[in-house]
């Protein structure tokens, strides 16, 4: 019944754990596969400290979507992916993307996108999250191409919002496709043919990297 | 226990009857949401009927992917889609899976990328009948996509596949991000850009309707 704000810092920390726990058990099994238990001995914590952090199921799921758009977000922005503000930075990014999901065989899809492909109808509270999430997942690309914008290496006709959204939605598309089928072929598809529509707004072809079907 | 082959008419039709129910009560309520006793109470059977056609809620499921594959599919077939085989066809394609979606205020998301969504981790069966539905909607698009290959409207260097397996992950990433957020923004974005991209093949620009981030 506590806010995190009310929180001391081992009573934070507790609760991340809840939550790290119940993410990883949710990405594996689902939300529906998962209960409260199992998420308590996951994280090793006693049934009333689960109750004082969480009331219900639904309010440990929201904070799940919270923490996986956390973890997608910090895995864009890290150092290993390079920043998003350059046609060699996009391919760069779209080429570990599709890594990622070969190298666990295709499975689980993105953690964002599989917890919305579960939730979205049936949660208000999570679905109002994953807006969130996703909003600001969209705004993290749209910077980047904003920032191409501004130092003119796209074409003023570019709408970087709109790229932004049509981006994540390959990206989210791909993935589903991609974990459905377990091979990487239709993310990689996806994201070269939607990558090559944003170069085909850069005003120095000089710029891109590379472009077309290839692979 | 009987297959769908050894039936009589009588039978196919009750089975039929029963995926049927099943489908628009997983769609509204999702398959964690919807139980063998809300199916059958929709579809007017008996208890004794429902375990002779579906032994558990599996193999109803995996029927119910096979029935939204169709469902989904037959739409994008029918006289009011007009064919998937030119420029034209695919833009009015596509402003009638948006239009299909502000109508229904944006709820619900795709019929078979939704099931998709819950179920691809968690029911090996599912997922099997998932990437052959996929796979079904894949060849439709890359079937007409073929047909414009062959008039020599698309360049020989576009690919139907994966022009075709890109549009797929457009529309399915887009529907997620439509559905999450009540706005068809998303979808809108990620079909125009996918199919401006489809364009960028056309060997005579005057058999492309119309280009660009237009709306």
Redesign the interface.
Known sequence: MTGTAKLTRKGRATKERIVSAAADLIY??????TSIEDVRAAAGVSGSQMTHYFQDKRSLVADVVDHQARVVIELESSPAAGGLDSFEALRRWAALTVQRQVDKHC???CRL??L???V???DLLA?AR??IG??EWERKLREGLQSMSDRGELSP???PE??A??L??????????T????DA???A??L???L??VE?FATDPATVGRR??DG
Chains 1, 2 share one sequence.
Do not use: C, I, N, W
């Open positions: 594996e099994h689902g939300v529906a596969g499975e689980g899809g996108g599989s919305a492909g579960e979205v109808e049936t679905r994953l807006a996703f909003a006709d570019a709408d709109k790229l959204m049509a994540l939605a390959a990206l989210q598309g791909g993935m589903l496709l974990q459905t089928q377990r072929a239709p993310l598809a996806a070269d043919a939607m090559t529509y085909s077309g079907q």
